[in-house]
Each structure stands twice: as C-alpha cells, then as structure tokens.
C-alpha cells in the first residue's frame, strides 16, 4: 500500500518520574531519536511544566517528534510521523528504550492512504 507518511503513536508505561520530568534529557533523547532515524531537524521545542512535566517536539523535514509526559503516572505518550523513506519504529524504539517504558502499546497508521476509516463516538462533519 502507497503512503505519504508512517504515523507511530506509543503509549509509554512504567517510566521513572525522574525521567519523565527532565526537560533536557528528554530533549536530547528526542534530538537522537530524530537523528538515528535519518531525519532532518528543523527546529527543537521542549517546555517543562510546573509541578510537573514536559511536552516537547522536535520538527523534522520529514514531519516531526512529539512528547507529553505525565511523571505522575509513569507515563508519556509519543509521536514519530514521518513521510518518505523513513521508518518512524527506528525513533519510537529509541524513546521507549531511552525512558526504559515497563510497558509499552504503539499504533501504526499509514498516512495519505484514504483507508483509515475508525470512528469513535460521534462520526466527524463531511467537508
């Protein structure tokens, strides 16, 4: 099947606090990830939050990295959408290995296809 782009969607469970709460360590795992995936980076965006907390991106040529963790809970939920050549998994793997995520769910969607068709509760306004 023909995409424009791997969208890879992670829930990431059972991450130490600690590590779900430094803003430059989760910045630098996000410009690896990015990297080790043959990304082009384009800009780098982290906030930590008060008490706690960080959401970050990192835009990429090719789409981008995002992140928003809950230390709180030992979770975080990433992003890696990629278009081209590149495959998304190199970077998701990288970010879960990085916050050692206990447990881990990810879902795949190809892009641009027209074929995702799920639908929970109310259907969306037609265009």
């Not at 410009?31 to 990429?60: M, N, T, Y």
């Not at 879960?96 to 879902?107: G, H, M, Q, V, Y």
Request: proline content about 4%.
């Amino acid at each position: 099947m023909d995409t424009l782009g791997r969208h890879v969607i992670s829930e990431l469970w059972g991450c130490e606090f600690h590590k779900l709460n430094d803003v430059n360590s989760i910045e630098k795992i996000f410009v690896d990830a990015a990297l080790k995936a043959g990304a082009e980076i384009r800009e780098v965006a982290f906030h930590q939050f008060a008490p706690q907390g960080v959401s970050g991106v990192v835009i990429i040529s090719e789409s981008h990295l995002t992140i928003h963790t809950f230390p709180e809970h030992g979770y975080a939920s990433i992003d890696v959408y990629t278009c081209g050549d590149l495959d998304p998994n190199i970077a998701a793997d990288y970010i879960a290995e990085k916050l050692e995520a206990k447990s881990r769910e990810t879902l795949e969607l190809p892009r641009g296809t027209g074929q995702v068709q799920v639908h929970k509760g109310k259907v969306p306004i037609s265009w």
